[in-house]
């Protein structure tokens, strides 16, 4: 079933609150009150962590806690903690989880009695410890949030309690333990319950009802599933979710495939991908919308400086008219002072065209570097580019571990230094393999293989840049440790499929890749091990003949249920 744990938030209207709480900050800030400013920092922390910008919601977050002293009031210190903590467990740093919450919970007042902050800490424990695989400590951390809630008479917290008391037995019952997979429903029905009385419409109830759907179908109960997600399909549409319609749909189709229904299968697997298709295209007409909208507006101030120009050259053949005239009537002093206003124009001429040229040269290269050529070409000759729809490309993640740690102990220029160092190394491995880099993210970098042309080497090219790019990690590394200085290491994912790709954006446009491909890399890295490049089975396949591979078995990745994997060595 669904392994869901939910940490408790603050509700509100993220994509137009963050200007609001900034304005609001500008203004305590300009009064000096480091309290609401603090407090403010939270909020907005939080509104960055439901947004998506992980590494924008540590920063503010943190600016939040340093921002706190005395006499500001210490029960919101507690609620900044919590948002900062949920920032953690985004970034499945688990262990710095915990020790924040347990100190937080130490230092807690009693006085304060329990609430939405000392239930999120209890909450937010309770999570990193399954997430590091605690099991017995985190049903135990789950059972005190319950107890908690029930005393508080708190309807939401209890209703978010048995959310997590129901997904915690899930995880346990790896799908087939039917006494953990009791408990799980027992509690997600008291959930269910709950909900109804409240907001039995909403998101909240969409996700019960998917969930519910999934342990009907780890039972064997495959009529049921099928009830309870279409239920959850109907809030879905109401709402306007497409991405979870497009994940309903194939939960139908699994449903009715394990139903020995495979007609009905596979017409319920079709829906699926025609949704699916909908929701790249919707993407896709938007970033091609976003790229004419900037040609159109660059191609109006091109037709400006063209006009400009015309009118110069028109005033440039009057003055040289009128010159003309006056050597007929003047000699002498005149022509000696029309030569050098002559030589002088044509050595101007001569500066001007090689400043334009030199221009011209730094615009290509500057294009080059941010696209690749083949898509710098379409853009110069069409005035935009289309998406591409490429069936096989092999996606490379890398995330340094430690690096956290490290930013900690060096200064923010040593710290840069590092990571560019590291970097550089990366595009260069990149450009001996022809992979393309697609972006970095904080400390992680992206590339692909087999794009923007496709080719048939690309599996094997991004393995082989992969082994490289530890290679110079451990390195740095080994060089780190003989100075006696902090490091960081490193874990890579790979894995092989299609993806579409294309221009997105309007200002500081850059080329990048979408779909199920580049998530499932992105696991593969995450479910990786440090050191270790974590391959998919669809890549090993590709590559097992020309390296030597040790297969994993199949391991759990976030979101994606068991998969199999491998750890590639070096070449065999």
Same mark, same amino acid.
């Given at each position: 079933?669904?392994?869901?744990?939910?940490?408790? $938030?603050?509700?509100?209207?993220?994509?137009?609150?963050?200007?609001? /709480?900034?304005?609001?900050?500008?203004?305590?800030?300009?009064?000096?009150?480091?309290?609401?400013?603090?407090?403010?920092?939270?909020?907005?922390?939080?509104?960055?962590?439901?947004?998506?910008?992980?590494?924008?919601?540590?920063?503010?977050?943190?600016?939040?806690?340093?921002?706190?002293?005395?006499?500001?009031?210490?029960?919101?210190?507690?609620?900044?903690?919590?948002?900062?903590?949920?920032?953690?467990?985004?970034?499945?740093?688990?262990?710095?989880?915990?020790?924040?919450?347990?100190?937080?919970?130490?230092?807690?007042?009693?006085?304060?009695?329990?609430?939405?902050?000392?239930?999120?800490?209890?909450?937010?424990?309770?999570?990193?410890?399954?997430?590091?695989?605690?099991?017995?400590?985190?049903?135990?951390?789950?059972?005190?949030?319950?107890?908690?809630?029930?005393?508080?008479?708190?309807?939401?917290?209890?209703?978010?309690?048995?959310?997590?008391?129901?997904?915690?037995?899930?995880?346990?019952?790896?799908?087939?333990?039917?006494?953990?997979?009791?408990?799980?429903?027992?509690?997600?029905?008291?959930?269910?319950?709950?909900?109804?009385?409240?907001?039995?419409?909403?998101?909240?109830?969409?996700?019960?009802?998917?969930?519910?759907?999934?342990?009907?179908?780890?039972?064997?109960?495959?009529?049921?599933?099928?009830?309870?997600?279409?239920?959850?399909?109907?809030?879905?549409?109401?709402?306007?979710?497409?991405?979870?319609?497009?994940?309903?749909? $194939?939960?139908?189709?699994?449903?009715?495939?394990?139903?020995?229904?495979?007609?009905?299968?596979?017409?319920?697997?079709?829906?699926?991908?025609?949704?699916?298709?909908?929701?790249? =295209?919707?993407?896709?007409?938007?970033?091609?919308?976003?790229?004419?909208?900037?040609?159109?507006?660059?191609?109006?101030?091109?037709?400006?400086?063209?006009?400009?120009?015309?009118?110069?050259?028109?005033?440039?053949?009057?003055?040289?008219?009128?010159?003309?005239?006056? /050597?007929?009537?003047? /000699?002498?002093?005149?022509?000696?002072?029309?030569?050098?206003?002559?030589?002088? $124009?044509?050595?101007?001429?001569?500066?001007?065209?090689?400043?334009?040229?030199?221009?011209?040269?730094?615009?290509?290269?500057?294009?080059? =570097?941010?696209?690749?050529? !083949?898509?710098?070409?379409?853009?110069?000759?069409?005035?935009?580019?289309?998406?591409?729809?490429?069936?096989?490309?092999?996606?490379?993640?890398?995330?340094?571990?430690?690096?956290?740690?490290?930013?900690?102990?060096?200064?923010?220029?040593?710290?840069?230094?590092?990571?560019?160092?590291?970097?550089?190394?990366?595009?260069?491995?990149?450009?001996?393999?022809?992979?393309?880099?697609?972006?970095?993210?904080?400390?992680?970098?992206?590339?692909?293989?087999?794009?923007?042309?496709?080719?048939?080497?690309?599996?094997?090219?991004?393995?082989?840049?992969?082994?490289?790019?530890?290679?110079?990690?451990?390195?740095?590394?080994?060089?780190?440790?003989?100075?006696?200085?902090?490091?960081?290491?490193? $874990?890579?994912?790979?894995?092989?499929?299609?993806?579409?790709?294309?221009?997105?954006?309007?200002?500081?446009?850059?080329?990048?890749?979408?779909?199920?491909?580049?998530?499932?890399?992105?696991?593969?890295?995450?479910?990786?091990?440090?050191?270790?490049?974590?391959?998919?089975?669809?890549?090993?396949?590709?590559?097992?003949?020309?390296?030597?591979?040790?297969?994993?078995?199949?391991? !759990?990745?976030?979101?994606?249920?068991?998969?199999?994997?491998?750890?590639?060595? =070096?070449?065999?």
């Amino acid at each position: 079933m669904a392994e869901t744990l939910t940490r408790h $938030r603050v509700e509100t209207d993220y994509s137009s609150s963050i200007s609001k /709480i900034n304005r609001a900050y500008s203004i305590y800030a300009q009064h000096g009150d480091t309290c609401k400013m603090a407090w403010l920092s939270g909020h907005i922390c939080n509104t960055y962590d439901v947004l998506g910008k992980l590494d924008s919601a540590l920063i503010v977050g943190q600016k939040g806690l340093s921002l706190f002293r005395p006499p500001c009031d210490s029960l919101k210190l507690m609620s900044i903690t919590v948002f900062v903590s949920n920032v953690y467990l985004s970034l499945g740093e688990n262990e710095k989880t915990l020790n924040m919450c347990e100190d937080a919970l130490r230092r807690w007042n009693p006085s304060w009695g329990y609430g939405t902050s000392k239930d999120g800490l209890y909450t937010n424990r309770a999570i990193s410890l399954a997430y590091m695989g605690r099991f017995d400590e985190a049903l135990e951390a789950f059972r005190d949030v319950l107890s908690n809630a029930i005393k508080a008479q708190d309807a939401m917290l209890i209703r978010e309690a048995y959310m997590n008391m129901g997904g915690m037995f899930g995880m346990l019952s790896g799908g087939t333990d039917q006494v953990m997979l009791d408990s799980a429903e027992k509690y997600i029905f008291k959930a269910l319950e709950l909900i109804r009385t409240i907001d039995p419409i909403g998101k909240d109830m969409m996700t019960l009802y998917s969930n519910v759907a999934a342990l009907k179908a780890d039972r064997g109960d495959h009529k049921a599933s099928l009830v309870y997600t279409d239920s959850s399909i109907a809030i879905a549409k109401r709402l306007g979710d497409l991405p979870m319609q497009i994940t309903l749909l $194939r939960h139908r189709s699994k449903n009715y495939r394990d139903m020995g229904d495979h007609r009905t299968a596979l017409d319920e697997l079709e829906n699926y991908i025609i949704l699916n298709d909908s929701l790249l =295209n919707i993407e896709k007409v938007k970033s091609i919308a976003d790229m004419q909208e900037k040609y159109e507006s660059e191609k109006k101030a091109g037709e400006i400086k063209e006009l400009k120009i015309q009118n110069l050259d028109s005033q440039l053949k009057q003055e040289r008219a009128t010159r003309t005239r006056n /050597i007929t009537i003047i /000699i002498g002093v005149i022509i000696l002072l029309l030569a050098l206003a002559l030589w002088n $124009r044509l050595s101007y001429t001569r500066r001007t065209k090689a400043v334009i040229e030199k221009e011209k040269q730094r615009s290509e290269e500057l294009l080059l =570097n941010i696209l690749p050529e !083949e898509v710098a070409e379409e853009l110069k000759d069409k005035g935009h580019s289309d998406a591409q729809l490429i069936d096989h490309v092999t996606v490379l993640f890398t995330d340094f571990k430690g690096f956290t740690a490290l930013s900690e102990q060096v200064t923010p220029k040593e710290l840069v230094a590092d990571l560019h160092e590291c970097f550089s190394a990366f595009d260069n491995i990149c450009e001996k393999y022809g992979i393309e880099k697609i972006k970095t993210i904080g400390d992680a970098y992206m590339a692909a293989g087999g794009l923007p042309s496709p080719n048939t080497t690309h599996a094997q090219d991004v393995v082989n840049a992969a082994l490289e790019m530890k290679e110079v990690v451990e390195k740095g590394k080994m060089k780190k440790v003989e100075q006696g200085l902090p490091f960081f290491e490193i $874990r890579i994912g790979v894995h092989t499929g299609p993806v579409v790709a294309g221009i997105v954006g309007v200002k500081k446009f850059q080329y990048d890749i979408w779909g199920d491909t580049v998530n499932t890399a992105s696991r593969m890295e995450s479910s990786g091990e440090v050191g270790k490049v974590n391959i998919s089975e669809t890549t090993y396949e590709l590559v097992k003949d020309q390296f030597t591979c040790e297969y994993r078995g199949e391991v !759990e990745a976030k979101g994606k249920g068991k998969m199999k994997m491998y750890f590639v060595k =070096n070449l065999g």
